[in-house]
């Protein structure tokens, strides 16, 4: 993995992002590019007169961006970590799409308010780009903290399989972090038995990891999932996005406004 896309407009949870971001870029020596999406009409203010200056007003933006970033490369702990910086005109959604289309990038990182109850509308572009991208995308709620050899749990259930690209990134994430454990839960809703060919499947597609399976019974796959990111102290839970079955009903607009609201860990959405 050798570039993370961070989207910011500035905000403390963009920023939290921006941080844990570049924490990981520096296990994975990757480089970071902060992206700001400039609104097609800021800084015109409806009066032709101001339009005048929009040249300007974007120059200023742009340099905001830069002092931003130089928040976090000032930082001991990232004097190693490239960072580079750029804004675009357009909705957050648009730009971000058009960068990830145009550039090598291999994730993206937002963040979101988390358990505040308050998404926003940063939080709610977040969950417009687990829809719309194609990249692993890494959302943090305000109260997710980079940690050191993280716990990772993957919620599957069995059907759903991560692309190649998406099983690479999870397995260089594993291995970056020296996370050798790899919780893969499968939320079930009645009777059930060991799914012994899902598991071997999971095994092929992740041969250095020491797969630990769990199997929770739960009328609700949210509850489910969300139950045992606690009690397995998970600090980061893998979801992966497809259109139909027990993981999609995860990512309808109502159901990840719920997710992101109630989880405090950050999710990694992967896509089959």
């Not at 988390?114 to 969950?127: L, P, Q």
């Amino acid at each position: 993995m050798k570039k993370i896309l961070v989207a910011t407009d500035f905000s403390a949870c963009a920023s939290n992002a921006m941080e844990y971001a570049m924490d990981l870029a520096k296990e994975l020596r990757a480089e970071v590019h902060a992206l700001h999406a400039i609104g097609s009409f800021e800084g015109i203010f409806n009066n032709t007169y101001n339009a005048l200056w929009i040249d300007e007003y974007y120059n200023s933006k742009r340099q905001a961006l830069v002092n931003w970033a130089a928040t976090f490369t000032s930082r001991e702990r990232f004097k190693d970590v490239s960072v580079t910086t750029s804004c675009e005109v357009g909705t957050v959604g648009t730009v971000i799409t058009k960068y990830i289309k145009d550039s090598a990038v291999e994730m993206l990182v937002m963040g979101t308010m988390g358990t505040s109850g308050i998404i926003g509308m940063f939080g709610s572009n977040a969950i417009t780009m687990v829809e719309k991208t194609d990249v692993p995308t890494l959302i943090i709620p305000l109260e997710s903290k980079y940690a050191t050899h993280p716990v990772v749990t993957l919620a599957t259930d069995f059907s759903s399989t991560p692309n190649g690209e998406d099983v690479m990134a999870l397995g260089d994430l594993l291995k970056a972090l020296e996370t050798k454990k790899l919780y893969v839960v499968n939320v079930v809703d009645g009777v059930w038995t060991t799914n012994e060919e899902g598991e071997k499947a999971m095994r092929g597609r992740y041969p250095d990891a020491d797969l630990e399976f769990r199997y929770v019974k739960e009328d609700s796959p949210i509850e489910g999932i969300i139950n045992f990111i606690a009690g397995s102290q998970t600090d980061i839970v893998c979801l992966v996005k497809r259109h139909h079955g027990l993981i999609y009903r995860l990512f309808n607009t109502s159901t990840v406004n719920k997710v992101l609201n109630r989880s405090i860990k950050a999710v990694l959405v992967l896509h089959a």
